[in-house]
C-alpha cells in the first residue's frame, strides 16, 4: 500500500487484494478475471453474482456504454456494483481501454471526508468521469443529465430489495412521473446485506473506511451515527466493524432517516 493509503478513506482490514491496494488506474482484466471466476464457482454467492453480471451486460448490449452512467456515492453496495460493472465492461470489451464510466455523486448536506475521498480515489482506479451534484435527488439528477457529456438514457443503481421504496422493484424500471426520465437498472437488487459483505471481503476490494469503526449506512454526518448493534468496548472505535452485523433488518440503526449507502 502507498504511504497515502491512510488519508484515501479506505479500508485497511481485512486484508486488501494486493491488486487492489494501489491508487492507480485498477487492472481492469483482473478485475475481470477475479469476478467472473467467483461467479462460475461453486461458491454460496456465485449465483447472485451471475444475474448481477448478466443484467449489467444486458445493460451494455441495449444501451452501450456511451449513455449508460452509474449513481456512485461510495456506498458499500455501489462498491459492489462499480466493481461489477468494471467486470462486465471488460467482458464485452476484452480491453482496459474502457471509455470513462460517465457516473454522478449526490452529495448529502456535511458529507464525510471519509466518504469524499474514498469516491475520489475510486474515480482514479475505476476511471470514473464523475458529476458532483448536491441533493435532493430528483434536482441532482436532472442536473446530472443536464450537464453528462453524454446524456444518459439508463443510469446503474446499487439498491437493494430491503431499502425504503425498493420492494416492487425489478432489474429494469422506468422511472417515475415528475422524475427525469431514463430506465433505472438494478443489477444487486435481489442481494442481501450479507451477500455485499461476502462479495467485498471475498475479492478483497476496498471499501470506505467508516464501516471498519461501526457504520452500517451512511449518509451525512449530522444524521449518521455507528451502528449501536455493534458496540464493542475492546474494539479500537469502540465498535465492531459493519461486516460482523448479523441482522440486516438492523443495518440503519446508525441513521436518523431511511436514506443509506
Known sequence: MTDNWKDSGCSVKPVVDRHLSTQNEYDFKYIHDTVYSLAQSEHKIAPQVREALNVIEEAVDKYGQGVLSLAFNGG??????????????????????????QSVYVTCRNPFPEVDNFVEECVKRYRLESIQVPAPMRLALQQFIDNAKVKPEAILVGIRRNDPYAENLTHFDTTDEGWPSFMRVHPIIDWSYQNVWEFLLLLGIPYCELYDRGYTSLGGM????????????DAPSGFNPAYMLTDEQHERCGRMNSTKK
Open 76 to 101: 458499500k453496495d455501489c462498491t459492489v456494483l462499480l466493481h461489477l460493472v468494471i467486470a462486465a465492461l471488460y467482458h464485452r470489451l476484452q480491453t482496459q481501454n474502457i471509455k470513462p464510466i
Open 222 to 233: 449530522d444524521n449518521t451515527f455507528p451502528n449501536p448493534e455493534l458496540v464493542n468496548p
